[in-house]
């Protein structure tokens, strides 16, 4: 069963704490500069409410109760601030391996610029590996040098390191996504593109604009 969690909205249509995801997207979905961070327990959340986004979201200074955030060093290129000029990549899985669909989504507004799936059967992983190859090929169809961002640490190692490293069964059963990511990896090695892909600051700056909703 997923962990219950409570979601923050300090700035958005309504602001206050909602039990559920989908309530939260309610109110920062096409909403300018919404400002909204989740968290593990209601008490958490309802101090952090009190005391203001700019002791919890985005670069504000952290309290001391949530301790300061040092990204790992992993290689991945992080910022301090969301880049709004930029799209959100993700991906909803039904188990794992399990089905998989992945989406694209405007940063600013939540509008979805590219939804792919149900693709019968893959992974997590895999699937955010397609949704920023799949971003990365659109921003250079439209000439764009807009930012992808992704909160998937091993999707983001994969596309710099134009390949994959994946324990899932190559069998027909996962034929759809196994020719998906062949595409994707020739993709990425045969093209270049000056865009940034960036690890999404999720406890920053609460979960990505594309999410799912489906923690």
């Not at 090695?189 to 999720?202: A, H």
Request: net charge positive; aromatic share 12%; charged share 25%.
């Amino acid at each position: 069963m997923a962990k219950q969690k409570y979601y923050v909205v300090w700035v958005g249509r309504k602001p206050g704490v909602y039990v559920n995801w989908a309530e939260c997207q309610e109110q920062i979905n096409k909403f300018d500069e919404a400002k909204f961070k989740s968290y593990e327990t209601k008490a958490a959340a309802d101090l952090a409410y009190k005391e203001g986004w700019k002791k919890h979201w985005g670069s504000g200074k952290k309290t001391s109760t949530s301790g300061s955030f040092k990204p790992k060093s992993t290689g991945i290129e992080t910022t301090e601030e969301i880049d709004y000029n930029s799209i959100s990549v993700d991906v909803g899985t039904s188990g794992n391996p399990g089905p998989v669909e992945y989406k694209g989504v405007d940063t600013q507004t939540g509008e979805v610029i590219f939804s792919v799936g149900p693709i019968a059967k893959g992974t997590n992983n895999l699937g955010e590996f397609l949704a920023i190859v799949h971003g990365l090929a659109h921003l250079q169809k439209i000439g764009s040098n807009k930012t992808v961002y992704s909160d998937s640490v091993n999707a983001l190692k994969w596309v710099k390191q134009k390949g994959v490293s994946s324990t899932l069964v190559k069998d027909e059963s996962t034929k759809e996504i196994w020719e998906l990511v062949d595409r994707a990896v020739l993709w990425l090695k045969s093209n270049t593109y000056s865009n940034k892909v960036v690890k999404w600051q999720t406890k920053q700056w609460g979960e990505i604009k594309a999410d799912y909703g489906r923690k």
